[in-house]
């Protein structure tokens, strides 16, 4: 159960990252 509660974490965590890495990126190219 904590396992799993972790990773659920782990990957919403990512997801969040990787969003907000495609923002930075896409306000350095204009």
């Known amino acids: ?3 799993n ?3 659920k ?3 919403e ?3 969040e ?3 907000a890495l495609r ?3 896409q ?3 204009v």
């Open 13 to 15: 965590g990512e997801k």
């Open 27 to 29: 306000a350095f190219k």
């Open 1 to 3: 159960m904590a396992d």
């Open 17 to 19: 990252f990787k969003n």
């Open 23 to 25: 923002d930075i990126n």
């Open 9 to 11: 974490i782990g990957v």
């Open 5 to 7: 509660f972790g990773l």
